[in-house]
Structures are given as C-alpha cells and as structure tokens.
C-alpha cells in the first residue's frame, strides 16, 4: 500500500503545472546556462539542471523537448540578450568614428563581464555550430548588428573618414575576436605572462587598444 501511495503522489508532482511557467521557464535556462557553460554539452547533466531548479527532467523535456533543445534554448537567450542591448544604443546619432567606438566598446565590455556567454560560443564551436543551424532564431538575431555596422561604415564612406570596400561581416568577426580573445585567453596569458588580465588596469588597456586597432583599419589614410 505504502509503494501504490508513493508511485501514485510521484505521478502527481510530475504532472502539476507551475502557476508561473514563464517563472519557471525563466528559471530552468538561468542554471542550464551555468551547467552548459560550467561542463560544456557532454558533461551538463539534465538531472543536476533538473533538481537545483526543484523540477524533474519530464519537466524540462515538457519545456524543451530534450536536452538538445534545451542547449538551443541556452544559446538563444544568450545571442538574444548582447543583441537585445546592442539595438538599444544610440549609434544614428553619433558621428560615425564615436557609433564605432561605442560598438566596439559595448561589445568589449559585454564580452569581459560575461564570461559563461563565452564559454558557451566556444562549445558550440567544438561542435561545429550543429545546435546554432538548428536554430532560426539565432540566425535572425545577428543580422541587425551586421546592418547597424553597414549603415556606420557608410556615413564615415560619405563623409569621407572611413575607407571603401569595408565588408561589414569582416568587420563584425574582427570586432568579436579581439573582444573575444581577451576572455577566451586570459587564464593562458595571465600564467604565461605574469600579468593580471582581469585587473581594471589590464581591461581598460586592452579596451583601448582594440578600439584604435579597428578604427585604424576602417579609417580612409590621407
């Protein structure tokens, strides 16, 4: 009797709803992210996500299908939330040196402070991006930032400060992997070289160097 009663209350909390889906939804890619990022997709483990959020995986699998769906869920919070701050900044209104700079200074900046953002672009690298083509959502997200780049390199084309012939998706890769770099390699450079590069001093160092490095590329030579 005692195992029917068990079975029969486990079958009750597996099927209950939460009052707050969204809540719950919310909650779920918050820690799938920290274990994605934390244990790359091989080591996370739906069960660990499943009880530090005080839900089953039938749950989870309910949300997103299976684990796979749950890392596409990951990845696109994730390119949703840069992309999301990026098309708040007011770039139409600057010059176009200072809309570069503010682009590249954001990306920067957004890039130090959020390393787990970082660690998940390097997973799905490791698997050659198969998650990311499995998903449209992402690959609208990104195109906005490849427009805002167009539009700031053709008003410093017009004005004549910048350069002809800048490729617009060349100049987004440069931007992210020198913004990119200093966090996916600053545990190596920092034991090889000595130097604390997540000290404020390092960060606005570098900052300033990736800023000039691209707006000299992009800037039209007398």
């Known amino acids: ?34 274990e994605f990022a934390e244990n790359g997709f091989n080591g996370a483990r739906v069960d660990r996500i499943a009880a530090r959020t005080h839900t089953s995986k039938r749950m989870l699998y309910y949300y997103f299908g299976d684990k796979e769906g749950l890392f596409i869920a990951v990845l696109e919070q ?16 600057l010059d176009p040196k200072a809309a570069l700079r503010t682009m590249i200074g954001f990306t920067f900046d957004f890039q130090s402070a959020n390393e787990p ?32 780049l167009r539009d700031i390199c053709d008003r410093g084309r017009r004005i004549g400060v910048f350069r002809d012939g800048i490729d617009p998706i060349d100049l987004h890769m440069t931007i992210s992997a020198l913004c990119f770099f200093n966090v996916a390699n600053r545990a190596t450079f920092s034991r090889l070289f000595k130097r604390d590069m997540t000290s404020a001093e390092a960060l606005a160092r570098r900052r300033d160097i990736v800023i000039e490095t691209i707006l000299r590329y992009v800037t039209k030579r007398r």
């Open 1 to 34: 009797m005692d195992i029917w009663r068990r079975r029969k209350a486990h079958r009750r909390r597996v099927v209950v709803r939460p009052q707050d889906p969204e809540g719950t939804r919310r909650d779920i890619l918050k820690i799938a992210t920290e």
């Open 78 to 93: 994730a390119y949703a939330r840069i992309r999301k701050i990026e098309a708040e900044l007011d770039l139409t209104g």
């Open 117 to 148: 953002f970082i660690r998940l672009v390097i997973i799905e690298n490791i698997h050659r991006g198969e998650h990311l083509a499995r998903s449209t959502t992402i690959q609208q997200l990104n195109w906005p930032v490849i427009e805002s």
